[in-house]
């Protein structure tokens, strides 16, 4: 026979519990209201943005499917950790985050039909998001229109700048022209093929290259070709660059079309031994698509890897896996994209306001201390102070760092490259 308890020791049960709950949601928001009774809503939000006593709401638009899910995946994902992490430390100005999600489907027009809604529908506070420069280009015009705010987290051509977006990526000169130094003075190349996807970023960013080869390196294109977003055939590609025997390939491709592009590079015998590459589109992210022992050898340029050894990316990295799980990268574009709400956190507490125009205002000269790749600082064209490194791509999809500069300045208007 089982005992049952009493109706009266039910009740009495049920009674604890809810003044047990009733305790801890006291606990747990009493300091958040306390603080946001000192930066009541009528004050900090004079824009009529999603903001209430207790809630501040933001958007992301990325691609969470298409061919530019494979490098959009991880924005998502660090974004969501770092808002996560805000949140668990108390907010923004008394206030947890909470997040409207939008699918940009690799589509450019679809991204600005989701920037307007979430601008104009929804009155979010802020939005990180985009990758592409097409669809950056595209949501732009929306942001500046409705005076949102984005946060951009991609390394990108340069030649932009907006009071509506804090560029955490890097720029032409942080990254491709520091880059192409690299190589004409450590591997001494002279002859470039510039290969790329058939888009603003790939094109841009080779025009800027090839006016660098030329003009400063004093160098020589041999070849240059583009390919539709989503490709997969490369043979005639390869087989030209055999014949051209460049002393270095400049790879902009991009997406999906990564897997097929290095793939067939080693199936054609094409490997780190015989061709120099260097890549700025190729992350960790896409590395997981394209397999450690395809890429082997090969370097790429950018400003975060995730084998840096510093306690700021330790913990960066620990935190990400034990989220995402053991078997988890984080790439170039995904530790930029976890700088975003730190920088848009650090932003309104400076300014003490989710206003837009204030947050502008507020952003040039503000330092993270604690982002994964070191130290960055917003210049007052909203673009980040960064260094540029080296990694050599190893079997386990890693990056081995073998170079890295100091911080550069950035300059998204650099002279003699527009």
Not at 129 to 135: H, I, L, P, R
Not at 230 to 240: D, V, Y
Not at 243 to 253: C, E, F, G, H, N
């Amino acid at each position: 026979m089982i005992n049952q308890p009493s109706p009266t020791a039910s009740v009495l049960n049920a009674a604890v519990r809810v003044v047990r709950n009733l305790l801890f949601t006291a606990t747990c928001v009493a300091p958040a209201l306390a603080l946001s009774g000192a930066y009541p809503t009528a004050a900090v939000n004079t824009t009529g943005l999603a903001v209430t006593d207790t809630v501040v709401t933001v958007g992301q638009l990325h691609s969470a499917t298409g061919t530019m899910a494979i490098s959009e995946t991880g924005s998502i994902q660090a974004e969501r950790l770092a808002i996560e992490q805000i949140n668990e430390s108390g907010g923004i100005l008394g206030r947890k985050i909470e997040i409207i999600q939008e699918d940009g489907a690799s589509d450019w027009p679809t991204f600005a039909e989701k920037a307007r809604k979430l601008l104009v529908n929804d009155k979010v506070a802020a939005v990180f998001g985009c990758w592409t420069s097409a669809s950056r280009k595209a949501v732009l015009p929306v942001f500046e229109k409705e005076n949102g705010m984005l946060y951009y987290p991609t390394f990108y051509e340069g030649l932009e700048q907006s009071k509506n977006v804090i560029y955490t990526g890097q720029e032409a000169t942080q990254q491709i022209i520091a880059g192409l130094d690299w190589l004409a003075k450590t591997k001494g190349a002279k002859k470039f093929y510039l290969v790329g996807s058939d888009y603003i970023w790939p094109r841009t960013s080779n025009k800027i290259a090839r006016k660098h080869i030329e003009n400063v390196l004093h160098g020589e294109v041999v070849g240059e070709d583009y390919f539709p977003l989503g490709h997969t055939q490369f043979g005639s590609l390869i087989n030209k660059i055999k014949l051209k025997k460049p002393d270095a390939v400049y790879s902009i491709i991009v997406g999906g079309s990564n897997v097929a592009w290095w793939k067939q590079l080693k199936a054609a015998g094409v490997t780190s031994d015989k061709q120099t590459i260097l890549t700025i589109s190729v992350t960790e992210d896409e590395i997981l698509g394209i397999g450690g022992e395809n890429m082997v050898g090969f370097y790429a340029a950018m400003k975060y890897f995730q084998s840096l050894d510093n306690d700021n990316n330790k913990k960066f990295v620990a935190a990400f896996k034990a989220k995402y799980g053991k078997d988890a990268v984080i790439g170039d574009v995904t530790q930029a994209a976890y700088l975003g709400p730190w920088l848009w956190k650090a932003a309104v507490e400076k300014a003490g306001s989710f206003d837009v125009d204030k947050i502008a205002a507020a952003s040039p000269g503000i330092e993270l201390t604690t982002a994964p790749e070191g130290y960055v600082k917003v210049h007052e064209n909203h673009h980040l102070w960064s260094k540029l490194r080296i990694g050599e791509a190893q079997a386990d999809g890693q990056y081995k760092v073998i170079y890295e500069s100091d911080l550069i300045e950035p300059n998204p208007f650099p002279k003699g490259y527009q």
